[in-house]
């Protein structure tokens, strides 16, 4: 992941309240730590949208929903998407079903919420 400071605004500080730094600088020991698939995610998808990704990570671990969600081996990081994202209701129902080692959530493309209709 970057190794940029909370408070490097190319990361996502302009809109992580001062209050919140505490809690994404543990929300990303965590990962770094402990969710190494979770880790290897994010890193992809930094990959295809570029410093986005981390930025997300941040906006969700400071509480924003609807940013980034994950969780692997017992930890659970950044906010649920809610009720209203279509893809929680399959994700509740894949769970239940088969279970899985992580799972790591981030917001829909354009391209992609034209493709499934959330556009």
Same mark, same amino acid.
């Given at each position: 992941?970057?190794?940029?400071?909370?408070?490097?605004?190319?990361?996502? %500080?302009? /809109?992580?309240?001062?209050? $919140?730094?505490?809690?994404?600088?543990?929300?990303? !020991?965590?990962?770094?730590?402990?969710?190494?698939?979770?880790?290897?995610?994010?890193?992809?998808?930094?990959? /295809?949208?570029?410093?986005? %990704?981390?930025?997300?990570? $941040?906006?969700?671990?400071?509480?924003?929903?609807?940013? #980034?969600?994950?969780?692997?081996?017992? !930890?659970?990081?950044?906010?649920? #998407?809610?009720?209203?994202?279509?893809?929680? %209701?399959?994700?509740?129902? #894949?769970?239940?079903? #088969?279970?899985?080692? !992580?799972?790591?959530?981030?917001?829909?493309?354009?391209?992609?919420?034209?493709?499934?209709?959330? %556009?």
């Amino acid at each position: 992941m970057d190794t940029l400071p909370v408070s490097n605004p190319q990361q996502g %500080a302009a /809109v992580i309240p001062d209050e $919140r730094r505490g809690a994404v600088n543990a929300g990303l !020991h965590t990962i770094k730590t402990a969710m190494p698939n979770v880790y290897a995610t994010i890193q992809d998808k930094a990959q /295809v949208i570029g410093n986005e %990704a981390f930025t997300l990570v $941040r906006r969700g671990l400071a509480g924003q929903p609807g940013c #980034f969600y994950a969780f692997e081996a017992g !930890h659970v990081v950044g906010t649920p #998407f809610g009720q209203t994202d279509p893809r929680m %209701a399959q994700l509740a129902q #894949f769970l239940v079903r #088969f279970g899985c080692a !992580h799972v790591c959530i981030f917001p829909m493309t354009d391209d992609e919420a034209r493709q499934y209709g959330a %556009a």
